[in-house]
């Protein structure tokens, strides 16, 4: 079956610091992934999605992810953090269903920014 | 593009009342998506529209759920006799018909449900 793991409930960082959320999916074949961004009372914006091709992706508000299939994740990374990143992550998988697609989410990552 | 739009935002109902949510996709958008979002959770798959047909139902979408898209455009989620259990955040998302199904989901500010 189809599932998406973000092992990380909480993460902290300093502003200026670096982050990398960790994201693992299970889905037998050609997986296509997303990640997306929860602010408090904001709906859901995608941040950035792997398909297919070079296997760095590069995404909105400076963020990047790489799909790593060897390993089954897809990381989402920022060189620098800015205290407006301070939010929920969630990862997603979507596979072929009943002619559409179907998409599985992460149980989410909540990030905290220290000034 | 004014974005999808949900109503109400925030319900609160006695257990065992219906309650009745709307969501307005992007025009154009032809799926259409609803899921249910707990504490501490992602969003999870509750059902989803192609047009006005309904092509899936998660196994959390017990009998008490009812969802319809008539018409292909709004959509409507209905809970009947209401329980405490269903309290959570109800999301809508569509896609546009040029994705195909495969692309950014454009979100809703959810409902968020509380049954006392």
């Known amino acids: 079956a189809q599932s998406v793991t973000q092992p990380d409930i909480h993460i902290t960082v300093s502003e200026g610091a670096s982050l990398e959320l960790r994201c693992n999916y299970s889905y037998g074949a050609t997986p296509y992934l997303f990640w997306y961004v929860q602010s408090p009372g904001q709906g859901l914006q995608l941040l950035l999605k792997y398909f297919s091709g070079d296997t760095l992706v590069q995404g909105i508000k400076g963020f990047e992810a790489e799909f790593k299939r060897s390993q089954s994740s897809f990381n989402l990374r920022k060189p620098s953090v800015h205290w407006s990143d301070a939010a929920e992550y969630f990862c997603?998988?979507?596979?072929?269903?009943?002619?559409?697609?179907?998409?599985?989410f992460g149980t989410g990552t909540r990030l905290k920014v220290l000034a | 593009d004014t974005g999808v739009s949900q109503n109400p935002r925030h319900k609160i109902t006695k257990r065992g009342q219906n309650v009745t949510f709307r969501c307005d996709p992007i025009?154009?958008?032809?799926?259409l998506y609803w899921y249910r979002q707990t504490l501490g959770q992602g969003p999870e798959f509750l059902t989803y529209f192609q047009n006005e047909a309904q092509l899936e139902k998660s196994r959390l979408l017990s009998d008490r759920f009812s969802a319809e898209r008539p018409k292909g455009s709004f959509s409507t989620l209905e809970i009947q006799r209401t329980e405490q259990g269903d309290s959570a955040m109800y999301l809508c998302?569509?896609?546009?018909?040029?994705?195909?199904?495969?692309?950014?989901?454009?979100f809703g500010p959810g409902t968020r449900l509380t049954v006392t």
């Open positions: 997603a998988v979507g596979f072929p269903t009943s002619g559409t697609y179907k998409y599985i």
């Open positions: 998302a569509s896609i546009p018909r040029r994705d195909r199904g495969l692309g950014e989901q454009y």
């Open positions: 025009s154009e958008h032809n799926r």
